[in-house]
């Protein structure tokens, strides 16, 4: 006999309290799992992104500052300079990760391009530590007694020839390739004393808007052409985690200080992203208390539905505990079955992001972290304790 109750209740359960809020509840449930299962892979790509080693170096993480140049300080060269205890300064900040000074020559830089570009211009050099440059390249390395000189170029200033410089003098537009194939002539020089260089273009940066050389040449040539003096920095690079951080803005203003503004416009994306991931794991830890509460009601529905047969089922000696391991038995699988849908879609979606950002030259895994797995487990879990406590007080409150 007792089989056949059990059988009944089964029928019960599947059809007596009706197909559409059974799934009314398993829909609840999956939403809300999934989205919450989304807002934590999100958040972990995000990080990803923005601090994994393969992202790691992206322009927004390095900020140049110089001072603010004012009315007073011009014709005082000395007040755009950082102090010793202004560099020490900054480089105890909480939000500097790296620090490094920016090497100004103390000579005459003229360069001029062969050919019919008839190219001739005075020039800058400038050298930062390896390091802090986006460009990589074996070429970019000099030794004294060395001809050929590496330089990088920034890419505005190849974008302000073609589109400005070229067009206004009816001068031919060349493309990167074609400035890493020309030789340049490059002459440095302090009075009488001159040497010539041929100047080879290794590459283009987005980080810095300077002309880059190695450091070791600008210590060779600031030591034989320079003063002989050393010169305090008007320029540092700095390596942070968050440009957008609040206290990083407020020292560079409190400071009198400035850098990239568009850096730290970018920044403030990465910040609104940030608060939409927040939003999204918020509105799905809403939706699965909503979805714990209908499978609750659902269940309360259920037992209610069956409280007579549960009632001669206690009468003829079957044990509450056994009728709660038997209803839970019902529902169990499918709340496996919503956690591993869920996690098979967020699965998916994963992939579709990871192959659509390395289009772009951003990496993250293609695979679900093992965070947004351990959520699902805990979420079902969850849903487990929540409705077995359910049904043991349903079942012994008609019992």
């Not at 302090?190 to 600008?218: A, N």
């Not at 309360?300 to 509450?320: D, F, M, N, W, Y």
Request: charged share 20%; proline share 4%; net charge positive.
């Amino acid at each position: 006999m007792m089989p056949s109750f059990f059988q009944l209740l089964k029928k019960i359960i599947r059809t007596g309290v009706g197909r559409a809020r059974m799934i009314m509840a398993t829909l609840g449930l999956g939403i809300a799992m999934l989205l919450l299962l989304i807002a934590i892979q999100v958040h972990t790509d995000f990080d990803q992104l923005l601090h994994g080693r393969q992202n790691e170096n992206e322009s927004a993480d390095f900020l140049v500052i110089n001072k603010k140049i004012t009315n007073e300080m011009m014709g005082q060269t000395g007040k755009s300079e950082f102090t010793d205890q202004e560099i020490a300064d900054i480089q105890k900040q909480p939000f500097t990760q790296a620090f490094g000074f920016i090497t100004s020559n103390q000579y005459k830089v003229t360069a001029a391009a062969p050919g019919d570009l008839h190219f001739y211009t005075d020039m800058f050099f400038e050298s930062v530590p390896d390091a802090f440059i986006d460009v990589k390249n074996d070429e970019w390395k000099w030794s004294p007694g060395d001809n050929a000189l590496p330089i990088i170029l920034p890419n505005d200033f190849l974008n302000l020839y073609n589109f400005g410089f070229a067009l206004s003098q009816d001068l031919p537009q060349i493309s990167q390739e074609t400035v890493k194939a020309l030789p340049m002539k490059i002459t440095i020089s302090r009075g009488m004393l001159t040497q010539e260089f041929t100047g080879r273009i290794v590459g283009f940066s987005d980080r810095i808007s300077s002309f880059l050389v190695p450091g070791t040449f600008m210590q060779w040539a600031n030591e034989k052409f320079g003063s002989g003096q050393k010169t305090a920095p008007s320029r540092v690079i700095i390596k942070t985690k968050d440009p957008s951080n609040p206290v990083l803005v407020k020292y560079l203003d409190d400071k009198g200080y400035t850098t990239n503004q568009d850096k730290l416009k970018y920044s403030k994306t990465k910040l609104i992203v940030q608060t939409i991931v927040s939003v999204i794991g918020f509105f799905g830890l809403v939706l699965l208390l909503f979805a714990l509460l209908v499978f609750s009601m659902f269940i309360q529905l259920v037992i209610a539905s069956c409280k007579r047969e549960i009632q001669l089922l206690v009468t003829l000696g079957t044990a509450p505990r056994q009728l709660q391991r038997y209803l839970m038995r019902q529902f169990v699988p499918l709340y496996i079955v919503i956690g591993i849908l869920a996690l098979l879609v967020v699965a998916g979606l994963q992939w579709m992001a990871a192959q659509e950002l390395e289009k772009h030259d951003m990496i993250v895994s293609p695979l679900v972290s093992a965070g947004t797995i351990c959520a699902a487990l805990l979420v079902i879990l969850l849903v487990y304790i929540v409705n077995r406590f359910n049904v043991r007080k349903y079942i012994n409150a008609i019992s």
